[in-house]
């Protein structure tokens, strides 16, 4: 059994918890998508100079940031797990690393105030739409 645990900036550690009641392999899974979008923001406004390309120095701190998140989840979790870290659209990342898990742990991001559709984001919303496996949906403490 493989359990994909996605690794978000503001829930990943109510996600690890949830997850640390699960057997099996685990996956732990960052996406990052803010340098994607620089790059075409640059490329459309000022194209002609490449060189100075901010969304070159977004990859490089996303990158960071994102080996330090999946550090830090890996050390709460407390067990052999790997780590993956993607650059891309969220919620496509996220469906497309569960193709082969067996639960992909996830995390309320919308208005947890109260139960009800508001209470996902709309990445949540996809996934949890075209997860590919059976969904963990944790609330956010």
């Not at 899974?29 to 060189?51: C, I, K, M, P």
């Not at 080996?67 to 891309?88: F, H, N, Q, S, T």
């Not at 309320?108 to 996809?126: E, I, K, M, N, W």
Request: aromatic share 4%; hydrophobic share 50%.
């Amino acid at each position: 059994m493989t359990v994909v645990v996605w690794i978000a900036d503001d829930t990943w550690q109510d996600c690890v918890d949830a997850a640390s009641a699960q057997q099996g392999e685990f996956l732990l899974l960052h996406v990052s998508d803010v340098a994607g979008a620089a790059h075409a923001a640059f490329a459309g406004l000022l194209g002609r100079h490449a060189s100075r390309d901010p969304g070159t120095r977004l990859d490089h701190l996303a990158a960071d940031h994102a080996a330090r998140l999946l550090d830090a989840a890996a050390e709460r979790l407390g067990r052999p797990c790997a780590k993956e870290a993607r650059v891309g659209r969220v919620e496509h990342e996220v469906v497309a690393a569960a193709q082969n898990a067996s639960l992909l742990v996830l995390c309320r991001d919308g208005d947890v105030s109260h139960a009800g559709p508001r209470s996902l984001g709309p990445a949540t919303r996809f996934v949890v739409d075209h997860a590919p496996c059976p969904v963990l949906l944790v609330w956010p403490s």
